[in-house]
């Protein structure tokens, strides 16, 4: 099982990006999906979290700018992110917590960059 984010980049403040994650291999069925987030010298903190059935919650910081959605037909997490901030640069994961064929538990994605500039 793998995940592969992608859609990170550079951007200026009060830009907007999309990140994907796209998970594959001998998957069963996927729980929740996430992203986290680590901007440098601090901890990996949860962003927003997707039930299967689409219910999301948010971190305070990012309530009414980031949506998250999913496509369970495609294994699929989005994180929509308006209105960024410089704070919101950070290497992104994904996280999914599934079934497989050889192993149900949290997987996590490689990490894309997103920086925005002031």
């Known amino acids: 099982v793998q995940l592969q984010a992608s859609g990170g980049g550079l951007v200026q403040a009060g830009g907007s990006l999309r990140l994907s994650c796209v998970a594959s291999?001998?998957?069963?069925?996927?729980?929740?999906m996430a992203w986290y987030r680590q901007a440098p010298g601090k901890q990996r903190d949860v962003v927003a979290v997707?039930?299967?059935?689409?219910?999301?919650n948010y971190a305070d910081s990012v309530k009414g700018r980031f949506t998250i959605s999913r496509d369970n037909a495609k294994n699929t997490v989005y994180l929509q992110m308006n209105s960024l901030k410089p704070e919101d640069t950070a290497v992104y994961y994904c996280n999914a917590d599934l079934r497989s064929l050889r192993r149900s538990g949290n997987y996590w994605g490689q990490g894309t960059l997103v920086t925005v500039s002031s």
């Open positions: 291999g001998s998957i069963l069925s996927i729980n929740a």
């Open positions: 997707i039930s299967s059935g689409g219910s999301a």
